[in-house]
């Protein structure tokens, strides 16, 4: 018998886009010192929020129906939240030292594109392969020499979403890649969470495994998708960098 998309079990993907959206006002709220200022841990929630974001990214490489329209959006909001994360993290309009997490996106994004469109012209397995590896090298590339939010291991968590969710078993790839990722790529970077008498010694990028949770729980239906509501999944984050920055500045005044 077969299952209605509307009965299918888990969030849909409108929960999975606010559940990460939390997560990552949550993040910069903590990483400003805004809230939870004796927890700073709490700010590398971000991460596992953006695996979310790179995971939603991937899906809509694949569902898009206009991938020029998609990539589109993605540089305007990218620039326009670029003045407002210049002006939280560096004080000034101009602030050469990082880039905000919407160019990440957009790199992994055409990477994604190019990969595509190599297997789309091409149907050819080692074409693809090539074209993934030459992507994700010149994303790597970018995201590193400008300085992108999260720089290399996002690009590295970006494609590994998108080469997960082309094979068969899409939950075992994340697993395994996301497990490689933060223990062997980036392991070196650790922080101690305190848990009453205890303290724990964690890799900070492991809580990118967590974002699986939510990922796996989504039964892939779509839920409310208008195109004010898709709008207004990309204001969201200049929206809350500007709303952070407003007060952090009448604090400091």
Request: with cysteine; proline share 2%; aromatic share 16%.
């Amino acid at each position: 018998m077969n299952i209605k998309s509307s009965d299918k079990k888990g969030i849909n993907q409108l929960v999975l886009r606010i559940t990460a959206w939390v997560l990552m006002i949550m993040s910069t709220a903590t990483r400003t010192g805004l809230i939870f200022t004796g927890h700073k841990w709490v700010q590398y929630v971000g991460w596992t929020a953006f695996t979310i974001f790179a995971y939603m990214l991937a899906e809509g490489v694949k569902h898009s129906s206009d991938r020029y329209l998609y990539g589109k959006r993605l540089l305007l909001f990218a620039a326009v939240s670029e003045v407002f994360f210049n002006l939280l993290y560096g004080r000034s309009v101009f602030y050469p030292n990082g880039q905000n997490v919407m160019f990440t996106l957009l790199i992994g994004y055409l990477a994604m594109v190019i990969v595509e469109s190599v297997n789309e012209k091409y149907d050819n397995l080692v074409f693809t392969i090539l074209a993934f590896v030459l992507a994700t090298l010149g994303a790597n590339h970018v995201a590193s020499a400008l300085s992108f939010e999260y720089s290399s291991y996002g690009v590295y968590i970006m494609m590994a979403m998108y080469a997960a969710s082309k094979t068969v078993y899409t939950k075992a790839v994340q697993f395994i890649t996301l497990v490689y990722l933060t223990q062997y790529v980036r392991a070196a970077s650790y922080t101690f969470i305190t848990l009453g008498k205890f303290q724990l010694y964690v890799a900070l990028h492991t809580l990118s495994i967590l974002a699986l949770i939510p990922i796996w729980l989504c039964s892939g239906r779509r839920g409310p998708n208008s195109l004010p509501l898709k709008i207004a999944f990309y204001v969201v984050y200049p929206l809350h960098l500007a709303i952070i920055y407003l007060i952090m500045t009448r604090s400091a005044g």
